[in-house]
Structure formats: C-alpha cells, structure tokens
C-alpha cells in the first residue's frame, strides 16, 4: 500500500473503532435503561412498615458509612442497588473496609 | 505491513458490528425478569447482598497550570471498569489518558499525548482475606491507592514524596480489613510482591512489601505504616508512616504522610487540612485546604545523580492553598496557590480546573432503583 493509502486505511480505522465503541455503549446503555424503566414500572410500593432492627442497621449504616467513605471523599449520591454493590466491593478492596462495614454500608447506600 | 482487499474489509467491519449488536440484545435478553435483589426488606443485614453489575466509572479533568511561569492545559479521563463476577470476585481495570498542552520553541501551544494503564488487577474476596493479582496499586501509604484520583485529591499537586517508593506494582497481594477483636478497633493490611517490568507503559521494578493500619470509628483517627523493599538495581528500602484524622465537632480532614528511603530518593513528609464551609450558609459547598511539606534530598549525591533525579534531587518546601467548590457530589472546580522553594529554583504554582466523576451501569437492569 502507498503511504497515502495506508494513513486514510489508519484514519478509517480509527474513525470505525470509535463508532463501534460508541455504538456498543449506547447500545447496552439503550438496554439497560429499558430494563430499568420496565423494572420501575412493575416495582411495588415499597413497605412503610420499619421495624426497629431495620431502623438500627441503617443508622449504624450510615454512621459506617460517614467513617469509612468520608475519610477520602465526599459523600457520593445513592446509585442504583445492582450499581452500588459493585461499588461497594471495588472499595472494600481499595480501602481495606471490614465485611461487616461493608454490609451495613450497602444496606444503608440502598435504603 | 499486510494488505486487505475492501470487501474482505467490509465484511469484517460488518461481522464485529454484528457480533456486538446480537451480545447487546442477548445481555437484555437474558437479564428479563431476573430479581436484582436476591436478599432484601425483612432480612438480616448479615446477609444483605445485591447481584452486582459491571460499572464503568471513572472522572474526566480540565485543569490549568502555571508553574514557576510555564503555562499549562491538561484535559485527562481516568476510567474505571469494575466487573463482578458470582460473589466474591472482581475485575478492575483503570486506564489514563491526558493530553498536555505547553508552549513550543516556537512559542505555539503543542500537545502531548500520554497513556497508561494504572492498575488491572483480578481480586478474590473472602471475609477476612482478598487476594489480588495482576498489575496493581502498590499498596504504601494513604496516598497513592486512596486519594490519587483527581475528583478525589483535594489539591491537585502531588505531594513531593510520591515518586520515592515505587507507584505500581506487578505481581500479587494479600490484604484486607478486620475487627482487631473490639468494635473499637479495625485492623487493616496488604502485602505484596511485585516482579520486574520493562515496558514502557506497565513499567515496575522487583520489590515486596506491605502495609498495617488501625482505625478507630469512635475518634475517627486512622493511623498505620509501610515497608517497601526493591529487589533491583541499587536495592533500596522505604519505610513510611501516615495519619488521617477526622473530628467528630467538625468537618475537618486531617492528613500526613511521612517517608524515608536507604537510596538515592531521599525523604520528606506532607501534612494536609481540608475544612468543609458547612456550617456558613452561603458557602456549604466550599472546601478550604491547606498543605505543607518538605522534602530532603539524600545526602552526598553526585552532580549527575542530582540531575538525573530532578525533583527529587534538592532540599525543597512548599505550601499550598486551596479552594474546592462542589457543584454536586460529582462537579467539582479547584483553584490553589503554591510556593515552592528549592535551592536557585523558587516557584510560584497556580492551578485552575474542573473535575468530573462519572458511573454507568454495564448490564440491562443495573441502572434499576
């Protein structure tokens, strides 16, 4: 191939990766937010009914939570549960947090 | 070099473009009806856990710098994909990419491009113990694994002692955090080994090392310390201490590294306060911080060596003020001032930019409240 050639076959390939990357993304993205409009859609409505453990877990949760994430950053916004849970996980290793606290965080960051 | 005829070109392009279409519907398809929540409401917390989804996270970053006169634009993204996988494994690949405008001889504004791959790590976790393979954070104090990123880092110059130990590592590690017996008390460790790597994106040298650290929830104080030993070259130890502290009275962030190295990087220790505005209406989302810091070069070194190790080579203090302004939890504008003295080479060092965070579920339903 002529140099000519070869740079529009690189700038091509550049050009088709980028789309292919843009597309996939807004592909799963397309999926994901359908799935989530269906999943809203049918949820139910949500027990009011708190119990005192429940009420304990998510104070101590917090609490867990301020001590623990707070020490590096500011206080992240609740993301979707499937969403946090891989959050939480990538942090227990990062930030070395105990299981417990881990548990208690989630379930406070899914509340 | 190899030639491709167009259609044969063509029919590739057109057989990926497939191949991630049908991988997209069949990941929607297969995630119908799937309950996200495989423990929830009444349940006990000990056993609360959620079907977790690949995240692609990350931040994005506009700053620019003076330092000492020089003008400089950086644009960067950091992202981040995490992929879980069952329920105690995880993926974690951390790429970067900045593209650095300075001025030319010529005096016209040119870029340089530059990548790499931060870390790119398996991890298997259990209660007590996560075992961690492939390229990694090398785990020595607070600053490199916890606060580098730049929607993290409150300041957005690195402390001076960064470069003494070695950043990343190649190789496995153990670690985790613990109770140490009482609620009062966590116990936390890593320890790891690292091989030898040339290539000029992944380079990282022949060590073993690790850290321990205590927290205590109650006071909020952490405290803890790190070895480092380099198998390779001139085979230098570093040993370090670090403190964070975080008052329950008030919204205040207190920081410290300390470091020292047998070899030619010398030693140094920063001390950094960050204060959030909260309790003054008009300025809940403003962050004030202060750093301070001193570096010592190691002694006797020859003129060359001095040379070599540039910033590491002379005696220097600095002090740094800052201003963080939260948008939202995920914006953030940064300004600060420095000064830094260094023997002949005393600077002022000014930075202004933006940080953003971003996170995207990777799976149909991981984005459903």
Redesign the interface.
């Known amino acids: ?1 002529t140099p000519n050639v ?1 740079r529009s076959w690189k700038r091509g390939s550049l050009v ?1 990766v980028a789309l ?1 990357t843009m ?2 993304f807004l ?3 397309a ?6 409009a ?3 859609a049918a ?1 139910p409505v949500a ?1 009011a009914s708190h ?1 005192a ?2 009420d304990t ?1 998510r104070l101590e ?1 917090e ?2 939570f301020h ?2 994430c ?8 609740k ?9 939480i ?2 942090m ?10 881990r ?2 965080i ?2 406070y960051m ?1 509340q | 070099m190899f030639s491709v005829s167009l259609p044969a070109r063509k029919f590739a392009r057109a057989f990926t473009f497939a191949i991630f279409l049908m991988s997209a519907v069949a990941m929607r398809g297969q995630d119908i009806g799937a309950n996200p929540v495989t423990s929830q409401g009444d349940a006990p917390p000990e056993d609360y856990t959620l079907k977790a989804v690949p995240v692609l996270t990350g931040s994005g970053a506009y700053f620019t710098r003076v330092n000492a006169g020089q003008i400089q634009d950086a644009p960067s993204l950091s992202p981040l994909l995490l992929v879980p996988i069952g329920d105690n494994f995880l993926i974690e690949a951390k790429g970067s990419l900045a593209d650095t405008y300075n001025k030319n001889t010529q005096g016209n504004y040119a870029g340089t491009v530059t990548y790499g791959m931060t870390y790119a790590q398996a991890d298997y976790i259990t209660k007590y113990v996560t075992l961690t393979a492939g390229r990694f954070t090398t785990p020595f104090g607070i600053y490199g694994e916890r606060l580098a990123p730049n929607w993290i880092k409150a300041l957005q110059g690195t402390p001076l002692i960064v470069p003494v130990t070695s950043g990343a590592s190649l190789g496995g590690m153990l670690r985790g955090g613990i109770p140490a017996g009482t609620e009062k008390v966590n116990f936390n460790y890593a320890f790891y080994f690292s091989s030898n790597n040339t290539n000029h994106i992944l380079a990282t040298d022949r060590s073993s090392g690790g850290r321990i650290g205590f927290f205590l929830p109650g006071p909020r104080l952490e405290f803890g310390a790190s070895f480092q030993q380099v198998l390779q070259a001139d085979r230098p130890h570093s040993a370090g201490v670090h403190f964070v502290w975080q008052p329950n009275a008030v919204p205040l962030t207190l920081r410290s590294e300390y470091v020292r190295q047998s070899g030619i990087k010398g030693s140094g220790y920063w001390i950094e306060s960050a204060y959030l505005l909260k309790q003054i209406p008009l300025m809940k989302k403003v962050e004030v911080v202060g750093r301070g810091q001193q570096f010592y070069a190691a002694g006797k070194l020859p003129a060359a060596t001095v040379k070599k190790l540039g910033a590491l080579g002379l005696d220097t203090n600095e002090a740094d003020f800052g201003l963080n302004y939260y948008f939202r939890t995920d914006v953030r504008a940064s300004a600060s001032y420095g000064r830094q003295f260094a023997l002949g080479r005393n600077a002022n060092l000014w930075t202004i930019g933006m940080t953003y965070r971003f996170v995207s579920p990777l799976w149909p339903g991981g984005g459903a409240m």
């Open positions: 191939m070869k088709y292919l597309t996939m592909a799963l993205s999926a994901a937010r359908t799935e989530d269906k999943k809203d949820a027990s119990n453990q429940d877990a949760g609490r867990r001590s623990n707070g020490r590096c950053h500011t206080a992240p916004p993301f979707p549960p499937r969403m946090m849970s891989t959050i996980r990538h227990r290793v990062r930030a070395n947090i105990t299981d417990e606290d548990r208690l989630l379930r899914t």
